[in-house]
């Protein structure tokens, strides 16, 4: 069964409503320029939220360019990392608690992700001069082609309750992975699509 994560938190009542609809992991974003969208949130708020999860609920730190010590405190309290800067494959110590983050486009070729020996490789739409979040969808024929690859492709871009079934019979990730496709205003999730996305990412394959 497909995997879910619901990116973009920032407030406990849609964690909790993420969490109750089955989703596997929630992202929270530190990086500064999500502040635009409204789906920034403070380190300390998140650790609040976190406290209240039930438990078996993975929760992701997703940060752009952080230097290491500050990796290492995220991993002090979430379970992993969700890189999406331009962190170099010698950077990646922790591997196993990370996820490297491209953007499907721009030149990216599948040898130059093979070099990320991270627990999994997330797959974005490619917009210049953005690093992830824009709604845009992302490539499914190559993300298609990176699955064959055999590395856990985490799916983003785009996706919605509608279209997410597709994207999965399609692309066969390992994992989904939503933000803006569930929210109701920027930074705010619309309980009833989060619901939605979630089972239809379930039954799927079914």
């Not at 992202?27 to 403070?42: H, L, M, Q, S, T």
């Not at 055999?150 to 799916?155: I, K, S």
């Not at 933000?179 to 394959?205: C, M, Q, W």
Request: with cysteine; aromatic share 8%; charged share 25%.
């Amino acid at each position: 069964m497909t995997k879910v994560k619901i990116c973009g938190i920032t407030n406990l009542a849609d964690a909790l409503t993420a969490a109750e609809a089955g989703a596997d992991a929630l992202g929270f974003v530190f990086a500064p320029e999500a502040r635009k969208r409204n789906r920034y949130i403070e380190f300390e708020d998140a650790l609040e939220i976190v406290e209240q999860l039930p438990p078996f609920v993975t929760t992701v730190a997703v940060c752009v360019n952080e230097p290491m010590e500050v990796l290492v405190r995220y991993l002090s309290y979430f379970d992993l990392v969700q890189l999406h800067g331009e962190e170099t494959p010698d950077y990646m110590p922790m591997g196993h608690l990370a996820i490297k983050a491209f953007r499907a486009g721009g030149g990216l070729t599948l040898e130059e992700m093979r070099a990320y020996h991270t627990r999994a490789w997330l797959l974005d739409a490619y917009v210049p001069e953005e690093r992830g979040g824009t709604g845009e969808r992302c490539d499914w024929q190559f993300a298609k082609e990176v699955v064959a690859s055999g590395r856990p492709v985490v799916l983003a871009g785009g996706l919605t309750p509608e279209n997410v079934a597709e994207a999965i019979r399609t692309v066969r990730p390992y994992a989904v992975d939503v933000s803006g496709g569930v929210e109701s205003t920027p930074g705010k999730k619309d309980h009833e699509r989060l619901y939605k996305f979630i089972h239809n990412a379930k039954t799927s394959l079914a």
